[in-house]
């Protein structure tokens, strides 16, 4: 152990500079204080095996007792730190004053841990015959991504892997692993957002940083790569056309010859924004969103399809308009795109109590037709986001819990899913109303979904399904509804991530093979009447994009799209977890 100077070293400084601001060291340091500094790591390394990189300094107010200690080139250990057990550090690690670093600890390159900050790679067992002094210690480990910030007084337990890029909130206490890219907060550690959503990509721009090489793991470059780069080149240069080809001077249609719809306009807006970082050219935004806005209806908040009227409310105040419902999230997202919002509250969601939405909830027909139940569940919960945004009441007291409570409760154990498979589709409805459902409630309000393992079972296996993912017979609706749920459980576990990601860059090939030069993706074969069709158009195009990034993520490759989807197929939450959920 060293933890105090050593009365023959040089002299190091009296006034603690260096021990609480290590990284003043290397600029500020005297030759003599280098020397004592260097005299420290050496007696470290004979009497522990210790070994350090060029121009690291450790404070000798510092308890270092390591079974094995490796710290990478320009990292600093500040004073009343505490180290022990086997502990590794890349280069330009940062461990603050009175942190704890125990166990099993494994921190990447530039890492920076707070003060007060405790990371136990290890654990006592609590077997009841045995007291607890008693018990074996028990280590599985901590490992630590590169580019890490943790703040001050976080804990992190043993068993935790915090990917790469992630930002720990002060306070936190981390029981389960971080995914990249994440910013995680509270006791226990939730997703509050994806480091990389800026909001505002006019100010931050356009293109997301680049991952290192050692994000993406071992996946080679290639002609994968070159291709997703000469697609969004020219999905970008063609992009005004094809927005105009849909614009019939007045409005927008899906395609050349369709009638003008709300989901036309919407689509226009994703689009624009995903490859121009603007509204689309035919109007100003602002004329945009008027337009959007004065289509609400002041009644109800809900936006029905254009010259179609609403039908009256169920006996529970619910209004049942298909097109109104998916209007609650594509007219929504639409309106946030272009800076704007709602000009009502959804009051049809927010006259909602808790005993009608869960009799009605009872009522979905989730035998038959999930995917249905699920995209209920969707528009009700975008309704209750969009009345939070606007600071309204989103529904009465103890609803929102109440539809999570129910969902939480109801889940199948066995699948992660709701809802049960039909001998004619398969998982079809199931796993389609699985996106659905969980887009609007778990990801949407940054909840982990339940049975993360089992989600990733159910869906490959219905992912094998070759009704529905034969070449030829996919279409945006089925291939989005296995991607996400893969990406959103991929989150909390890496069960079968190889499995998924082999899917993945498969169906991300197929899906370059479907741009129509000048005129976007087409929605795909759609028997049942599910989507537009073969045809390229506004909502085939707005989806395929975001399945591509989706898809790209998965493998690794999303740093080459540039883009990132920020409407109604966003990857993260649109708002951070409710308190009461």
């Known amino acids: 152990m060293m933890n105090a100077q050593d009365p023959q070293d040089p002299q190091v400084p009296q006034d603690g500079r260096f021990d609480h601001c290590p990284w003043l060291f290397q600029q500020e340091a005297t030759p003599e204080q280098r020397a004592a500094q260097l005299a420290h790591q050496r007696r470290l390394t004979a009497a522990t095996g210790a070994e350090f990189g060029e121009r690291c300094y450790l404070s000798p107010l510092a308890a270092v007792l390591p079974d094995r200690l490796r710290l990478g080139s320009d990292s600093y250990v500040a004073a009343h730190a505490y180290l022990t057990g086997d502990i590794t550090a890349g280069a330009d690690c940062t461990v603050n004053p009175f942190t704890t670093v125990r166990g099993t600890v494994t921190l990447g390159e530039a890492v920076r841990v707070g003060a007060h900050t405790s990371l136990l790679g290890f654990n006592h067992s609590t077997a009841p015959e045995q007291r607890i002094h008693r018990q074996p210690i028990t280590s599985r480990g901590i490992v630590v991504g590169d580019d890490v910030w943790i703040g001050s007084h976080v804990v992190v337990l043993d068993g935790v892997t915090i990917g790469d890029h992630c930002v720990i909130g002060a306070g936190a206490v981390v029981t389960r692993d971080v995914p990249d890219w994440a910013m995680v907060g509270g006791n226990p550690a939730r997703f509050i957002r994806d480091r990389r959503d800026t909001r505002d990509r006019r100010e931050a721009g356009n293109r997301p940083a680049r991952r290192p090489a050692a994000a993406t793991g071992n996946r080679p470059a290639g002609d994968l790569d070159d291709r997703l780069a000469a697609f969004v080149a020219a999905a970008r240069a063609q992009a005004p056309a094809l927005l105009a080809r849909c614009w019939d001077g007045e409005r927008y249609v899906d395609r050349p010859g369709a009638a003008p719809t709300v989901r036309a306009h919407c689509d226009a807006v994703e689009i624009a924004d995903l490859l121009l970082g603007e509204a689309p050219a035919q109007l100003p935004a602002t004329a945009h969103a008027e337009r959007l806005r004065a289509a609400q209806d002041p009644t109800t908040g809900l936006v029905p399809e254009l010259g179609a009227t609403l039908p009256p409310p169920a006996d529970d105040g619910f209004v049942d308009d298909g097109p109104a419902l998916y209007h609650v999230l594509s007219v929504g997202y639409a309106l946030r795109l272009l800076g704007s919002e709602p000009r009502h509250p959804v009051h049809t969601v927010r006259r909602m109590t808790p005993r009608p939405l869960t009799g009605r909830l009872d009522r979905l027909p989730w035998a038959d037709r999930a995917w249905h139940a699920g995209s209920w569940i969707d528009s009700f919960a975008t309704g209750t986001l969009w009345n939070l945004e606007l600071g309204a009441e989103p529904a009465a007291p103890g609803t929102l819990e109440a539809l999570f409570g129910w969902l939480l409760t109801r889940v199948d154990p066995w699948t992660g899913m709701w809802g049960r498979p039909a001998p004619d589709s398969g998982r079809l409805q199931v796993v389609n109303g699985y996106y659905r459902l969980t887009r609007g409630s778990f990801a949407q309000f940054g909840i982990p979904v339940p049975h993360p393992e089992r989600v990733v079972d159910t869906v490959l296996d219905h992912a094998r399904d070759l009704r529905y993912f034969a070449a030829g017979r996919e279409n945006a609706c089925n291939v989005l509804d296995v991607a996400h749920p893969l990406w959103l459980a991929g989150r909390a576990t890496g069960h079968r991530a190889a499995e998924a990601r082999d899917w993945a860059e498969t169906r991300l090939a197929r899906a ?56 109604v197929h966003r990857p993260e939450p649109a708002r951070a977890p409710a308190t009461p959920v």
């Open 512 to 567: 370059l093979d479907r741009w129509h030069e000048g005129g976007g993706f087409g929605f795909g074969p759609a028997p049942e009447g599910t989507g537009p069709g073969r045809e390229p158009g506004l909502q085939g195009t707005e989806m395929w994009l975001a399945i591509l990034w989706l898809l790209a993520d998965l493998t690794g490759r999303a740093d080459l799209l540039g883009y990132r989807p920020r409407g």
